[in-house]
Protein backbone atom coordinates (compact mmCIF):
# COMPACT_ATOMS: atom_id res chain seq x y z
CA UNK A 1 0.00 0.00 0.00
CA UNK A 2 1.05 3.13 -0.36
CA UNK A 3 2.62 4.98 2.33
CA UNK A 4 3.02 8.85 1.19
CA UNK A 5 0.50 10.62 -1.06
CA UNK A 6 1.99 13.91 -2.91
CA UNK A 7 0.40 17.05 -3.99
CA UNK A 8 -0.37 18.77 -6.22
CA UNK A 9 -0.07 15.68 -8.66
CA UNK A 10 0.93 18.30 -11.42
CA UNK A 11 2.59 21.40 -10.97
CA UNK A 12 3.18 23.87 -13.98
CA UNK A 13 5.14 26.95 -12.88
CA UNK A 14 7.45 29.63 -14.97
CA UNK A 15 11.31 29.68 -14.71
CA UNK A 16 12.42 31.10 -11.88
CA UNK A 17 9.11 30.99 -9.66
CA UNK A 18 9.32 28.52 -6.44
CA UNK A 19 8.09 25.47 -6.48
CA UNK A 20 6.71 23.22 -3.42
CA UNK A 21 5.62 20.05 -3.02
CA UNK A 22 4.01 18.07 0.11
CA UNK A 23 3.93 14.66 0.64
CA UNK A 24 1.88 12.90 3.89
CA UNK A 25 2.29 9.90 5.28
CA UNK A 26 0.50 7.53 7.41
CA UNK A 27 2.63 6.07 10.08
CA UNK A 28 5.75 6.81 11.97
CA UNK A 29 9.29 7.15 10.21
CA UNK A 30 12.83 6.86 10.77
CA UNK A 31 13.24 9.28 7.56
CA UNK A 32 12.09 10.30 4.71
CA UNK A 33 13.81 11.19 1.39
CA UNK A 34 13.16 12.97 -1.96
CA UNK A 35 14.09 11.57 -4.88
CA UNK A 36 13.92 12.90 -8.55
CA UNK A 37 12.75 11.06 -11.79
CA UNK A 38 13.51 12.33 -15.67
CA UNK A 39 11.22 11.12 -18.17
CA UNK A 40 10.45 7.52 -15.90
CA UNK A 41 13.69 6.26 -15.45
CA UNK A 42 16.08 6.09 -13.18
CA UNK A 43 15.40 8.04 -9.70
CA UNK A 44 18.12 10.42 -8.09
CA UNK A 45 18.42 11.47 -4.66
CA UNK A 46 18.45 14.69 -3.90
CA UNK A 47 17.58 15.03 0.05
CA UNK A 48 17.66 12.70 3.42
CA UNK A 49 15.68 14.31 6.27
CA UNK A 50 15.64 12.30 9.38
CA UNK A 51 12.75 11.73 12.19
CA UNK A 52 14.43 14.11 14.71
CA UNK A 53 15.11 16.71 12.05
CA UNK A 54 12.94 20.01 11.24
CA UNK A 55 14.41 21.25 7.82
CA UNK A 56 17.50 20.74 5.81
CA UNK A 57 19.02 22.68 2.81
CA UNK A 58 20.88 21.46 -0.02
CA UNK A 59 21.72 24.21 -2.83
CA UNK A 60 18.25 25.25 -4.31
CA UNK A 61 16.16 22.86 -1.94
CA UNK A 62 14.68 22.98 1.26
CA UNK A 63 13.36 20.34 2.67
CA UNK A 64 10.54 20.72 6.26
CA UNK A 65 9.46 17.78 8.48
CA UNK A 66 6.59 17.67 10.41
CA UNK A 67 6.16 14.64 12.56
CA UNK A 68 3.42 16.09 14.61
CA UNK A 69 1.50 15.78 10.92
CA UNK A 70 3.11 13.22 9.46
CA UNK A 71 3.85 15.23 6.27
CA UNK A 72 6.63 16.95 4.53
CA UNK A 73 7.59 19.33 1.84
CA UNK A 74 10.16 20.35 -0.49
CA UNK A 75 11.16 24.17 -2.18
CA UNK A 76 13.08 24.32 -5.60
CA UNK A 77 13.74 27.69 -5.13
CA UNK A 78 14.59 29.91 -8.31
CA UNK A 79 13.67 27.39 -11.00
CA UNK A 80 14.71 26.21 -14.21
CA UNK A 81 13.50 24.30 -17.05
CA UNK A 82 15.91 21.41 -15.77
CA UNK A 83 13.92 20.94 -12.74
CA UNK A 84 11.05 19.62 -15.28
CA UNK A 85 10.50 15.64 -13.55
CA UNK A 86 8.67 13.92 -11.21
CA UNK A 87 9.71 14.27 -7.54
CA UNK A 88 8.67 11.42 -4.93
CA UNK A 89 8.85 11.25 -1.23
CA UNK A 90 9.91 7.89 0.05
CA UNK A 91 9.60 6.88 3.90
CA UNK A 92 11.67 4.29 5.56
CA UNK A 93 9.27 3.06 8.50
CA UNK A 94 10.22 3.10 12.06
CA UNK A 95 10.78 -0.44 12.57
CA UNK A 96 14.00 0.03 10.77
CA UNK A 97 13.21 -2.16 7.99
CA UNK A 98 15.39 -0.07 5.59
CA UNK A 99 12.96 -0.64 3.41
CA UNK A 100 11.45 2.70 1.55
CA UNK A 101 7.87 2.90 0.53
CA UNK A 102 7.27 5.73 -2.47
CA UNK A 103 4.61 8.23 -2.12
CA UNK A 104 2.07 8.97 -5.35
CA UNK A 105 4.61 11.73 -6.91
CA UNK A 106 4.23 15.35 -8.37
CA UNK A 107 4.80 15.94 -11.90
CA UNK A 108 6.57 19.48 -12.09
CA UNK A 109 7.39 21.22 -15.45
CA UNK A 110 8.69 24.42 -15.32
CA UNK A 111 8.23 26.56 -18.51
CA UNK A 112 11.54 28.99 -20.15
CA UNK B 1 27.87 6.83 -3.96
CA UNK B 2 27.13 3.36 -5.37
CA UNK B 3 26.82 3.08 -9.08
CA UNK B 4 24.49 0.77 -10.08
CA UNK B 5 24.11 -1.04 -14.10
CA UNK B 6 20.89 -2.62 -14.98
CA UNK B 7 20.84 -4.11 -18.39
CA UNK B 8 18.47 -4.52 -20.10
CA UNK B 9 17.28 -0.92 -20.37
CA UNK B 10 14.76 -2.09 -22.18
CA UNK B 11 12.86 -5.08 -24.35
CA UNK B 12 9.49 -6.26 -26.02
CA UNK B 13 8.52 -9.83 -24.99
CA UNK B 14 6.20 -11.85 -26.50
CA UNK B 15 3.20 -13.25 -23.45
CA UNK B 16 4.22 -16.23 -22.16
CA UNK B 17 7.74 -15.66 -22.17
CA UNK B 18 10.50 -14.56 -19.09
CA UNK B 19 12.59 -11.74 -18.71
CA UNK B 20 15.54 -11.59 -16.54
CA UNK B 21 17.04 -8.10 -15.62
CA UNK B 22 20.63 -8.23 -14.37
CA UNK B 23 21.66 -5.29 -11.38
CA UNK B 24 25.25 -5.22 -10.98
CA UNK B 25 26.58 -2.38 -8.09
CA UNK B 26 30.10 -1.31 -8.28
CA UNK B 27 30.39 -1.54 -4.60
CA UNK B 28 29.67 -4.28 -1.90
CA UNK B 29 26.14 -2.67 -0.39
CA UNK B 30 23.93 -4.77 2.71
CA UNK B 31 20.70 -4.23 0.75
CA UNK B 32 19.16 -4.46 -2.70
CA UNK B 33 15.43 -3.99 -3.16
CA UNK B 34 13.50 -4.46 -7.08
CA UNK B 35 10.99 -2.15 -7.87
CA UNK B 36 8.10 -1.80 -10.18
CA UNK B 37 6.96 1.24 -11.74
CA UNK B 38 3.81 0.85 -13.60
CA UNK B 39 2.72 3.06 -16.24
CA UNK B 40 2.57 7.09 -15.01
CA UNK B 41 2.34 5.38 -11.52
CA UNK B 42 4.69 5.88 -8.66
CA UNK B 43 7.12 2.88 -7.56
CA UNK B 44 6.32 -0.18 -5.90
CA UNK B 45 8.26 -2.46 -4.22
CA UNK B 46 8.09 -5.92 -5.19
CA UNK B 47 11.41 -7.78 -2.76
CA UNK B 48 14.36 -7.22 -1.32
CA UNK B 49 16.99 -9.35 -2.60
CA UNK B 50 18.52 -11.35 0.31
CA UNK B 51 22.83 -12.31 -0.34
CA UNK B 52 22.45 -16.04 -0.20
CA UNK B 53 19.29 -17.02 0.75
CA UNK B 54 15.04 -16.12 -0.51
CA UNK B 55 14.14 -12.81 -1.36
CA UNK B 56 11.26 -11.07 0.90
CA UNK B 57 8.65 -10.24 -1.15
CA UNK B 58 5.96 -7.66 -0.38
CA UNK B 59 2.40 -7.94 -0.36
CA UNK B 60 0.98 -9.45 -4.19
CA UNK B 61 4.32 -10.52 -5.10
CA UNK B 62 5.05 -14.28 -5.18
CA UNK B 63 8.26 -15.83 -6.02
CA UNK B 64 6.81 -18.22 -8.59
CA UNK B 65 6.32 -14.99 -10.79
CA UNK B 66 9.20 -13.02 -9.70
CA UNK B 67 12.13 -15.05 -8.96
CA UNK B 68 15.24 -13.14 -7.62
CA UNK B 69 18.54 -14.32 -6.99
CA UNK B 70 21.38 -12.34 -5.27
CA UNK B 71 24.77 -14.63 -5.28
CA UNK B 72 26.90 -12.14 -3.57
CA UNK B 73 27.15 -8.87 -2.35
CA UNK B 74 27.11 -6.80 -5.34
CA UNK B 75 25.03 -8.58 -7.92
CA UNK B 76 21.27 -9.25 -8.59
CA UNK B 77 18.73 -10.69 -10.77
CA UNK B 78 15.02 -10.64 -11.09
CA UNK B 79 13.43 -12.69 -13.56
CA UNK B 80 9.55 -11.77 -14.62
CA UNK B 81 7.86 -15.18 -15.29
CA UNK B 82 4.93 -16.19 -17.43
CA UNK B 83 4.62 -13.00 -18.72
CA UNK B 84 1.28 -10.95 -19.83
CA UNK B 85 0.18 -7.62 -20.85
CA UNK B 86 0.01 -6.34 -17.67
CA UNK B 87 3.77 -6.93 -16.75
CA UNK B 88 4.46 -4.10 -18.94
CA UNK B 89 6.40 -1.36 -16.79
CA UNK B 90 9.60 -0.20 -15.52
CA UNK B 91 11.57 -2.52 -13.08
CA UNK B 92 14.05 -0.50 -11.18
CA UNK B 93 17.07 -2.27 -9.28
CA UNK B 94 18.16 -0.34 -5.99
CA UNK B 95 20.87 -0.47 -3.12
CA UNK B 96 20.94 0.87 -0.01
CA UNK B 97 24.47 2.85 -0.18
CA UNK B 98 26.04 4.69 2.96
CA UNK B 99 23.68 6.84 5.20
CA UNK B 100 20.73 5.47 4.31
CA UNK B 101 20.63 6.43 0.53
CA UNK B 102 18.94 4.78 -1.92
CA UNK B 103 20.56 4.76 -5.49
CA UNK B 104 18.96 3.37 -8.25
CA UNK B 105 19.86 1.57 -11.67
CA UNK B 106 18.44 3.24 -14.67
CA UNK B 107 15.48 0.73 -15.11
CA UNK B 108 14.33 -1.69 -17.25
CA UNK B 109 11.75 -0.48 -19.67
CA UNK B 110 9.38 -3.75 -20.26
CA UNK B 111 6.54 -4.12 -22.67
CA UNK B 112 4.70 -7.87 -23.11
CA UNK B 113 3.02 -7.92 -26.62
Known amino acids: SQQGEEDPQALSIQEGENATMNCSYKTSINNLQWYRQNSGRGLVHLIL?????REKHSGRLRVTLDTSKKSSSLLITASRAADTASYFCATELATRTYKYIFGTGTRLKVLA | SAVISQKPSRDICQRGTSLTIQCQVD?????MFWYRQQPGQSLTLIAT?????????ESGFVIDKFPISRPNLTFSTLTVSNLSPEDSSIYLC??????????FGSGTQLSVL
Open chain 2, 94 to 103: SALGQNEKLF
Open chain 2, 27 to 31: SQVTM
Open chain 2, 49 to 57: ANQGSEATY
Open chain 1, 49 to 53: IRSNE
